[in-house]
């Protein structure tokens, strides 16, 4: 009878497996279909001085409205597309968009654009940033990449010398969720990096745990160190705010500053007179 139940639950069990087989290969076949009907879409979120409240740049997000499914959030589809070859398409489509796109804004205002660790391992990257700063015209000064810690450590010689190339160019480089990597210290050593990324799990416990204010304001005191500026990430209350400009941070983005959507010239362009 053992035996019986237990062979019924291998059963089940490989069913289960064959059916999330099945839906991960539908969505690597979506994500294929998208890029080649241009279905992707970018959103803008603001990013702002902490001293002043002035727009710095604004982060690009991806965004993939799955026919048939809806909003599919990128932390479920790239990892996807990294595995399934699609990511190198789909990060250039990005690079390639998002210049484009703020190649003609009516400001000029830098883009901070996501780069995924597998694009990092390849020489490519350097051309295809290259070809895209040309194509579009827009000036170099105004892109900044965003890399997380991850992305470095898997193959290290590489994506510095990568990364070299691209910051030779005018581009900055960030280094994105700071904090949460395991050699974070090693990582910011071994590159010049033009921002940290404080990651966004920092804010949640700030107001009410001394440990998260102690090891915010540690990082903060690292990069005046480093004469690298911090941008907060998450920032979603006044509360939190209030504590990053105490402790001096340069920059913040999130939900309380400006949700990822498009923007609104009219508003940024003709502030209301009471502003
Ligand atoms: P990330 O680069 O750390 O981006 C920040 C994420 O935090 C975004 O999620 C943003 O919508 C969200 N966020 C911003 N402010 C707040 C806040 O106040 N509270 C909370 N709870 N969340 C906030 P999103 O757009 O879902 O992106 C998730 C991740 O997917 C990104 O994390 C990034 O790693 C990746 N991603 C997004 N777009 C791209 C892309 O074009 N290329 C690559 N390679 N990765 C991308
Ligand atoms: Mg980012
Ligand atoms: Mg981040
Ligand atoms: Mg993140």
Redesign the pocket.
């Known amino acids: 009878r053992a035996k019986a139940e237990f062979d019924t639950r291998i059963c089940y069990y490989e069913r289960e497996m064959d059916e999330h087989a099945r839906q991960r290969r539908a969505m690597a076949h979506d994500l294929w279909v998208a890029l080649e009907k241009d279905a992707f879409d970018l959103v803008y ?1 603001v990013q702002k001085s902490v001293s002043t409240g002035e727009v710095t740049g604004y ?4 965004r993939w409205d799955r026919p048939g499914h809806g909003l599919v ?3 479920d589809f ?1 990892p996807l597309a990294e595995e399934t070859g699609s ?1 190198g398409p789909i ?1 250039a489509w ?1 690079l390639k968009t998002a210049c484009l796109e703020a190649a003609s804004w009516p400001e000029p205002y830098k883009i901070a ?4 660790g597998l694009q990092l391992a390849q020489l490519e990257l350097v051309d295809l940033v290259r070809m895209v700063l040309f194509q579009s015209g827009l000036e170099p000064e105004r892109l900044e990449l ?1 890399v ?1 810690e991850t992305a470095i450590i898997a193959d290290k010689k590489r994506a510095l010398y990568v990364l070299r190339q691209i910051k030779a160019m005018g581009v900055s480089i960030a280094i ?2 700071f904090g949460t990597g395991y050699s974070s210290l090693d990582t910011l050593r071994s590159f010049p990096f033009d921002k940290i990324k404080l990651d ?1 799990s920092f804010m949640v416990e700030v107001e009410t745990n001394e440990q998260s204010k102690a090891i915010i304001r540690a990082i903060l005191a690292l990069g005046r160190s480093l004469s690298v500026p911090v941008l907060a ?4 209350t006044h509360a939190q705010l209030d504590v990053l400009r105490d402790e001096g941070c340069n920059e913040a ?4 500053l400006g949700r ?1 959507g498009n923007i609104d010239w009219a508003d940024l362009l003709d502030p209301p007179l009471s502003a």
């Open positions: 979120q982060e690009v997000l991806l959030s990128p932390t790239i990511i990060g990005v654009v996501n780069v995924s965003e997380t994105d969720d966004r990430e998450g920032v979603e983005q999130g939900f309380l990822p």
